[in-house]
């Protein structure tokens, strides 16, 4: 089992959002159900990264290949 890993975002949910190209309304949905599953808590502007393993695998299946 891996560490936690804590990241405090730079950016507030709103600008998040428009960076990432969804609505706020979309991320708050997001990251509430990766709280609810365990792989996140959020507290102010960090997040800690409860599930490395599970972040890790749900980034490579979005990366693209140019």
Not at 7 to 27: D, F, K, M, S, W
Request: with cysteine.
């Amino acid at each position: 089992m891996q560490p936690n890993a804590q990241v405090r975002l730079p950016l507030n949910r709103g600008q998040l959002a428009t960076q990432l190209g969804i609505r706020p309304e979309t991320l708050s949905r997001l990251m509430a159900e990766w709280q609810r599953q365990g792989y996140i808590t959020c507290r102010a502007s960090y997040i800690t990264l409860c599930n490395l393993d599970y972040l890790r695998a749900l980034a490579a299946q979005a990366q693209r290949p140019f």
